[in-house]
């Protein structure tokens, strides 16, 4: 799950615009609450306008009375020593003043830093898929990765298809919805456990699916705050969140960016791979995913192909975490029987599936490499 849970607290519409787009800058994965679902969301982080005095200093008291472990940034017109002094009498963490600077973001990763160390909520994480083209294979390789995730970890895990009006997950996995996304982002105020049964559907790995909308134009741009809610309601139900994302193309998909512990991006051994791939990285970074959230998938790999793994690693300048065989047959039978690739044959493809989740369960045990590791970049045909 996103590593803070961020409470703007002001009637200021500026400011909090420009606060949420510091958050987001800030390279910390952060999702954002508002006062109607704070009680079933705590924030971990809560920042208290106080630039206009006294009335300030009485909100600060409120918010540490709702919230006893939440960490307070009080931001003040001014550094006066005695408002300091009432801010941390109130029950503020942090002081800075406005406008904020540096200063800010460095705040904000002391608070990740102390929320990583606190024990008590699940630890949900959150893997998010993106192709940095279509036709990537970017479905194929979420659907897969969580049916491995579910049977390797013994953990409750949810797939969610992002995907507007042609959503292909719960199609890979041969179930027929009742419900879709779009229902739990309209019943938000409903979900519980006994609702959440019944909107997703049950694959027989034990893989919860949130199937995709049937909507055109949904979910659309009104929904992404509903949908950072959602994920955050999620969270508390599942040990693993895979979201098929699609493209990075709006903001339920800067959405799925923000809340996301790991990006996985998805290309082929291509040109326009290889240029989307600059192109999508540059846009996360904007998003505020630092590198050492992203990972560089290389999926329809094979000998046929004339630009190779370490030849993409050296125009994109940082290293490529999984590679995944070309193998259309196997992928053309999963899909047309409804049954993942990886619970039906014993392909190097379906190894290199279980070596890939195997990564990502179980971290601290497998050496492999990561896209964070930086590499000089190199020209590419003149194009870069």
Not at 160 to 166: A, E, G, M, P, V
Not at 269 to 274: E, H, L, M, Y
Request: contains cysteine.
């Amino acid at each position: 799950m996103a590593q803070l849970t961020a409470l703007i607290s002001s009637t200021d519409p500026e400011f909090r615009a420009h606060v949420t787009k510091c958050l987001r800058a800030s390279g910390v994965s952060v999702a954002l609450v508002d006062d109607r679902h704070a009680g079933a969301n705590p924030p971990t982080v809560t920042i208290a306008d106080i630039r206009h005095g006294a009335k300030g200093i009485d909100g600060i008291e409120r918010l540490r009375s709702s919230w006893p472990s939440t960490t307070i940034f009080a931001i003040a017109s001014s550094t006066q020593p005695e408002q300091i002094l009432q801010a941390m009498r109130a029950g503020a963490n942090e002081y800075l003043a406005w406008p904020i600077d540096d200063s800010f973001n460095a705040a904000i990763h002391r608070a990740a830093e102390r929320s990583r160390t606190k024990d008590g909520s699940r630890n949900s994480s959150v893997l998010s898929f993106f192709g940095v083209k279509g036709g990537a294979g970017t479905t194929t390789l979420a659907v897969n990765t969580a049916i491995e995730i579910s049977r390797t970890s013994k953990k409750p895990t949810l797939i969610i298809d992002l995907h507007q009006f042609i959503g292909e997950v719960a199609l890979f996995l041969g179930v027929r919805p009742r419900f879709t996304l779009v229902d739990a982002l309209d019943n938000l105020h409903r979900i519980d456990s006994e609702f959440l049964r019944e909107l997703v559907v049950k694959h027989k790995t034990g893989l919860d699916i949130l199937a995709g909308g049937e909507h055109a134009d949904r979910p659309g741009a009104h929904d992404a705050p509903v949908f950072e809610q959602l994920l955050q309601t999620l969270g508390r139900s599942y040990d693993y969140i895979v979201i098929d994302a699609g493209l990075v193309t709006g903001p339920c998909s800067d959405t799925a960016v923000f809340a996301a512990d790991s990006i996985y991006l998805v290309g082929n051994p291509d040109i326009a791979s290889v240029r989307n791939a600059h192109r999508v990285v540059e846009r996360l970074g904007q998003l505020g995913a630092g590198r050492e959230r992203i990972r560089m998938l290389l999926n329809r790999m094979s000998d046929q192909h004339e630009i190779g793994p370490k030849q993409i690693e050296s125009t994109l300048g940082f290293g490529i975490f999984s590679v995944f065989p070309s193998d259309y047959s196997t992928v053309s039978a999963a899909l047309n029987s409804g049954v993942p690739l990886t619970l039906s044959n014993h392909s190097d493809l379906a190894a290199q599936f279980a070596t890939f989740t195997r990564q990502i369960v179980h971290p601290n045990q497998t050496a492999a490499g990561s896209s964070d590791q930086s590499k000089a970049r190199a020209p590419f045909m003149g194009l870069f």
